[in-house]
């Protein structure tokens, strides 16, 4: 498995002292990992900020497509590509000075079911994660049953797939999570961002009521954003996008899956990151 590696050209004071962050990206299916820097036009602000980002390339050998088997049991458990991505992460803390306290993961659609895995399985290792346009998390079990999921949600499997993890995993120490949806995706529909911001609140002990803020339509498409904390601290953010289909908000239009109208999703991820470290 290949995988690309941003740097920053100009460090932030505090990224000299202690190390660079790390995001780590997982394209979508269909995308290649250099498409999906382009697209995300992550590496612009990975610059501003001073954030290396890692981009692991699934192989088409594995999946024709492309895909990320978030939908596979095993890999649900930590399996599958799992730890060949970890390889990578490893690989790239001990070569390059990066703060192991801000590790953070996103993906979209695929990339995002993947994402949240690796999340879930390693909490300790990542201190938030992004999902844009992802399925929910523990449920598909095989193709016919993940295009479902992406088209349903998963119903009373929601609380049953948290419930398993946490079996695993009794000390869970939470994962902040920043989710984001495009209202008229058709793909990986809305009901599966209903279904992982249930899961998040579970995951992190969350009760509402969220704060809510309505951002109406000008330069950006309209959102609504909802926040939920724990005392001062932002531990999941749910941005519901109007009009956005299957693409990354704020993306470069010329490449497939990107939407040219904002909010920008790399912006919001990396500002939604920088509140958290391990």
Not at 12 to 41: D, I, K, N, S, Y
Not at 260 to 269: C, E, H, I, N, V
Request: net charge positive; charged share 15%; proline share 6%.
């Amino acid at each position: 498995m290949s995988y690309w590696l941003y740097l920053p050209k100009h460090l932030p004071e505090r990224a000299e002292r202690q190390g660079m962050p790390l995001v780590v990206m997982l394209h979508g299916c269909q995308q290649t990992a250099t498409q999906f820097a382009q697209g995300t036009r992550m590496n612009l602000w990975a610059e501003k900020k001073g954030y290396a980002v890692l981009y692991p390339q699934q192989l088409a050998t594995i999946q024709p497509q492309r895909c990320w088997k978030w939908y596979d049991r095993a890999t649900q458990e930590g399996g599958g590509d799992v730890p060949t991505i970890l390889t990578m992460i490893h690989q790239v803390l001990t070569q390059y000075a990066i703060d192991r306290s801000r590790i953070y993961v996103a993906g979209i659609s695929a990339g995002a079911g993947m994402a949240n895995i690796l999340a879930l399985n390693h909490p300790r290792l990542f201190a938030a994660v992004g999902l844009h346009s992802g399925p929910v998390f523990g449920v598909g079990h095989n193709t016919l049953g993940a295009l479902g999921v992406m088209k349903h949600g998963a119903g009373l499997r929601t609380d049953t797939a948290v419930h398993e993890l946490l079996q695993r995993q009794p000390q869970f120490p939470g994962m902040p999570a920043i989710l984001l949806q495009g209202a008229g995706d058709n793909v990986v529909r809305p009901i599966n961002q209903i279904q992982l911001a249930r899961q998040s609140m579970l995951l992190n002990r969350l009760a509402g009521p969220a704060k809510v803020t309505f951002k109406p339509k000008g330069r950006h498409n309209a959102h609504q954003l909802h926040d939920l904390y724990v005392g001062r601290k932002l531990m999941l953010r749910i941005a519901h996008i109007e009009q956005l289909e299957h693409a990354w908000s704020g993306g470069d239009p010329a490449l497939a899956f990107n939407a040219k109208a904002g909010p920008d999703a790399s912006k919001m991820l990396l500002e939604f990151f920088s509140r958290h470290q391990r």
